[in-house]
């Protein structure tokens, strides 16, 4: 049985937040709101709880994962970011965005693509998402919480809570989320392509 959180969507309550985290590091898989609906996270370095992840979501292969960072000083551990490119993604961060890049030796393999050994970075613009970012002190492994048969992430906290309270061990409550599929540029070549147009404005990539 997974414990369900209420959180302050403007001012996060700490001790929930801590609670949060610390499930993470024990090997926790959560549900968590961010700025394109709800998302599943773990740790980077948890094979187990990303395998859950995969098959909660019933996932392909070739399916792109994405770091949740709290800011841009992350993203270059883990990214390989030209000044270009970085200049832009500053620009549009955070928001509504997910960037595509080469990875860097520090994401496991497992999480790269297979063939492309790209990963997806994020920065989301959401008070709970920052907040839990801030207190893990690295970047979550992240993907949105889209089941199996559905086009849309999950919106509906207590919707989620019939769905998942036996297959995750928290569920932060951020109140319910609209859908707004965040846009996907791919930015790990000389030219950028916009894989997919979301809630994210696509005119500075154009």
């Not at 098959?55 to 800011?71: A, G, K, N, P, T």
């Not at 492994?141 to 919707?159: C, I, K, R, W």
Request: glycine share 6%.
């Amino acid at each position: 049985m997974s414990q369900f959180f209420y959180v302050h969507e403007v001012n996060p309550q700490k001790r929930l937040i801590d609670q949060a985290v610390n499930i993470l590091r024990s090997g926790g898989v959560i549900v968590y709101p961010t700025d394109s609906g709800y998302a599943l996270g773990c740790l980077i370095g948890d094979k187990n709880a990303m395998e859950r992840i995969v098959r909660i979501r019933q996932m392909e292969q070739d399916h792109h994962f994405s770091l949740m960072c709290r800011d841009l000083s992350e993203i270059a551990t883990y990214a390989r970011v030209e000044n270009q490119a970085f200049r832009l993604v500053k620009h549009c961060t955070p928001g509504p965005y997910t960037f595509i890049f080469k990875a860097t030796k520090e994401v496991p393999r497992r999480l790269q693509n297979d063939k492309k050994k790209t990963i997806g970075i994020r920065v989301p613009d959401n008070v709970i998402a920052l907040a839990l970012l801030e207190a893990l002190g690295e970047p979550l492994m992240s993907t949105s919480l889209v089941m199996p048969g559905q086009e849309f992430a999950e919106s509906d906290p207590e919707h989620i809570r019939d769905l998942l309270e036996h297959q995750v061990e928290a569920i932060l409550n951020g109140g319910y989320l609209g859908e707004s599929p965040t846009t996907v540029v791919d930015m790990s070549e000389d030219t950028f392509e916009v894989l997919r147009e979301g809630a994210g404005d696509i005119s500075p990539f154009l």
